[in-house]
């Protein structure tokens, strides 16, 4: 009850300060004759949202009514709401929020992909939450890309990791570490559900993978985490590494992971791996 009522006045001062910032002309109104307001009116903005008067201003007023994400998603166009925006409206007005569809990152600008190089030689890359590879570093692809895992074509660890052969898989102990992947996936694909993108991804990774399709029907259900995993290169053997995720500020759903040598004896085997790859005759 008191977060409630504390969301209330936030609510408030959230859609009065948005409202005051969007101008008639952003809209296609003309400014009209004795405007007191820097913005929009109130009554402009339910005309523009297509709800009553009443309604909106006891929103804007805080009190507590109902609201369905249709009607918050109009005011959020008619307030010119940027994403996080958007967001920050449905959490004040206590609606479940839904990301826009097709709205998940698929591309890095240039800082992040100077942090996870500035990381090599500890292999690191950026995942969305369907798993697509977004960003790799050089110590990435000396542990991954592999010729077969080139040839798949489909950038993405999941797809990779399901539909690569057994002997040229980089990742031992499958039958425990992809379980764990695809209950991640399942975490994330509660904000998905219905959408075209992520419901062809499963589908089409189910159709080429009964392993996957067996796993995806059993619903667990994880969140990511610091794992410890084993991996095998035929130039160095077996590497244990430490998983680590860390989230990106302005990308939603995205991560960087960064794998870290487990002991020292992997330490060194990551040093003669990344010599191995800059060798003229590797």
Known sequence: MRTTQRRRPELASFLRNRRARVTPADVGMPPGLRRRTPGLRREEVAQLSGVGVTWYTWLEQGRPINASAQVLDAVARTLRLDPPEREHLYRLAQVPFAPDPEGLTRTTGPEVQGIIDALDPLPAVVYNSRYDI????????????????????????????????????????????????????????????????????????????PYFAELWASGEVVQPGPRVKTFRHKA???????????????????????????????REKTARLREHTKSPAS
């Open 236 to 266: 160095v053997g077996e590497l244990r590494m430490t998983s680590q995720s860390l989230s990106i500020d302005g990308m939603p759903e995205c991560r960087i992971v960064v794998y870290t040598p487990e002991d020292e004896e992997t």
């Open 134 to 209: 977004l960003a790799t570093n050089s110590g990435y692809r000396d542990l991954f890309l592999i010729p077969e895992i080139v040839d798949i074509g489909v950038a993405n660890a999941l797809w990779t990791l399901f539909t690569v052969s057994d002997r040229a898989c980089p990742l031992l102990h499958r039958e425990r570490e992809l379980p764990v992947m695809v209950a991640t996936l399942r975490s994330s694909y509660g904000r998905h559900v219905g959408e075209p993108a992520w419901e062809s991804f499963i589908a089409a990774l189910a159709a080429a993978s």
